[in-house]
């Protein structure tokens, strides 16, 4: 008896005598395969044929190696911890954030490992994970620190000063690899930082990591689910998990944004590729003009269409976003000076006296009526027309045709120095070895473009009439009645704002009865990004409709 006695203060004396930090030393999150049979069997139902999934998660990548880097750095970040940022952090906007740093309420290494937290949290849940990162950059964390460490320092609340960002992994960092979300490019390292990355870095902010994307920009299978990639697996909407599409190929910047897993993400567009995600997933999405924001090294489709762009849970932060990538970038020949400060004129912009077009026939979706209603209420003259049927015949052949010569354009010059696969066919013949993990929905638009055989000639006659039309599709109410901007829904027309390369601003405008996310739309002319801007902020002072997903508070 005296021995159980002593033995059970023994126990109580070194449990008693544990240090402060290993008391509040959480154990390492780990993340395990499940067995995905019935779960597609489900899928297999659902009523969208390209939502019908053949896997959920990839069979390449190891989630683990996404956050296990951070495990040391995470330690002593508790679940306490994590909730007691939440209020600071979550649906906030930048100046919000921003201010919380300057009233030491918050610091840049916190809300950087909240963020990493919250991402490992969920994708290690396979009954909540969205697949939507792909991999964490290892500096983060240290960089976060750095900027704490500079002491008391006046920032800008209306900076990417110590905000972390996601990126779309078609886009070129030097020390992640860049995969466009294809095994081929698994090892695409080291590679130069694409000319908007060092912009953002010029500004300070925090490349956080990278997203997931449908797989080449949604440029490679045909009829495939919009959010796959070999490497990423199926990114899926927080909103409505694997019942709702994500949208593309944007997919993984839309959902983290939306799932509040950055301060805001990094996508591109050739056409919708912005505007779809951003509305499946209640964000605002600007598809800027061409040229706005630098393409090089990115992982192109069209060197006609291609941008990058913000995504952001509110206009502000896109403005502030957007200011910090801009800038002439010398390797692009479309690319032009920046110079403007976007966030100007937010603060007071108006809906009165705009002039705004709206169409017809989606008249009968009542989003869209409630939206007008309210653009009519602020004050905007609303102008109904019928748009024009025009075609824009020949547009796959455009993507083709560019594709086929602008990809080896950028292995040759963009992509590290291991990726030895040079083109289109090379790579189909790659994904062939084992199309079960890489091609599993096949390759068709690869299969297309490599049978491509459009002369540099007609390509460049393609381009200018696809352009002409696309302008055309704009421009003639736009004169008719002198509009600020016509008002679409989602990426219902963003084919004719890639050929007439008009910006696009896209802005929540609430939710289905499903509870499906839906945006508005507002397209302008040519650099005209500030009216966007101004008519977006406007439009969401009094309307402001994201609400976050419930699963993921």
């Known amino acids: 008896m005296k021995n159980l006695f002593f033995l059970a203060f023994l126990a109580l004396t070194l449990f008693s005598c544990k240090s402060e930090t290993e008391k509040d030393t959480e154990p390492a999150v780990v993340w395990e395969r499940n067995d995905e049979t019935a779960e597609l069997e489900e899928q297999a139902q659902h009523e969208v044929e390209r939502m019908q999934f053949k896997l959920i998660n990839s069979k390449f990548l190891d989630k683990n190696t996404i956050w296990n880097e951070f495990d040391e750095e995470l330690a002593d970040f508790t679940e306490e911890k994590y909730d007691s940022l939440k209020p600071l952090i979550l649906e906030q906007d930048i100046p ?8 030491a309420k918050l610091s840049y290494e916190e809300l950087t490992k909240f963020y990493i937290y919250r991402i490992r949290k969920f994708e290690s849940d396979n009954d909540l994970s969205l697949n939507a990162v792909i991999a964490l950059n290892p500096d983060v964390v240290e960089d976060a620190r750095e900027l704490d460490a500079r002491g008391k320092l006046r920032v800008n609340e209306n900076s990417m000063y110590g905000m972390p960002v996601l990126l779309k992994d078609n886009i070129n960092t030097d020390n992640m690899p860049t995969t466009a979300g294809a095994i081929a490019l698994a090892e695409n390292t080291p590679a130069e930082n694409a000319f908007i990355v060092e912009r953002l870095k010029d500004h300070k902010a925090l490349i956080l990591g990278k997203v997931n994307l449908s797989e080449w920009a949604y440029y490679f299978c045909e009829g495939c689910p919009l959010g796959y990639s070999a490497v990423g697996g199926q990114t899926l909407n927080p909103y409505g998990r694997k019942q709702f599409e994500t949208g593309g190929s944007s997919s993984g910047s839309g959902v983290a944004v939306a799932a509040n897993y950055a301060v805001a993400a990094v996508g591109t567009e050739t056409a919708g590729s912005i505007l779809s995600p951003s509305s499946k997933n209640s964000v605002v999405g600007l598809k800027p003009t061409v040229g706005l924001l630098s393409r090089s090294g990115i992982v192109p489709i069209s060197s006609t269409l291609d941008t990058p762009g913000p995504m952001t849970k509110s206009v502000i932060d896109n403005a502030i976003f957007l200011n910090a990538m801009t800038g002439k970038d010398t390797v692009d020949a479309a690319s032009v000076e920046g110079g403007k400060n976007y966030v100007r004129g937010l603060e007071n912009a108006t809906l009165e006296e705009k002039r705004i077009g709206v ?16 653009l009519r209420a602020q004050g905007a003259e609303v102008i109904e027309f019928q748009p024009a049927e025009i075609p824009l015949d020949s547009f ?49 638009l690869f299969e297309g473009i490599a049978a491509d055989s459009t002369s540099a000639e007609e390509l460049e006659k393609l381009s200018a ?18 509009l600020d901007a016509v008002l679409s829904i989602n990426n219902y027309h963003a084919a004719y704002a890639a050929v007439a390369k008009y910006p696009a601003l896209t802005v929540p405008a609430g939710y289905e009865t499903t509870g499906e996310p839906k945006n508005v739309t507002f397209i302008a002319k040519p650099f005209e990004e500030q009216k966007l801007l101004e008519l977006g902020a406007a439009f969401e002072k009094n309307f402001r409709k994201r609400k976050a997903p419930k699963n993921y508070n």
């Open 96 to 103: 919000q954030l921003q201010r919380a740093v300057q009233q």
């Open 359 to 374: 169409m017809k026939p989606l008249m009968a979706d009542s989003l869209y009526n409630a939206a007008v209603e309210h």
């Open 396 to 444: 796959t052949t455009l993507l083709d045709a560019d594709m086929k010569k602008d990809l080896p354009a950028y292995i040759q010059t963009g992509a590290g120095d291991n990726i030895e696969l040079k083109n289109v066919e090379e790579i189909i013949a790659f994904n062939e070895e084992d199309s079960v993990v890489r091609a599993p929905y096949g390759q068709q």
């Open 465 to 482: 009439r696809l352009q002409e039309n696309g302008r055309k599709f704009f421009d003639v109410p736009m004169q008719e009645h002198n």
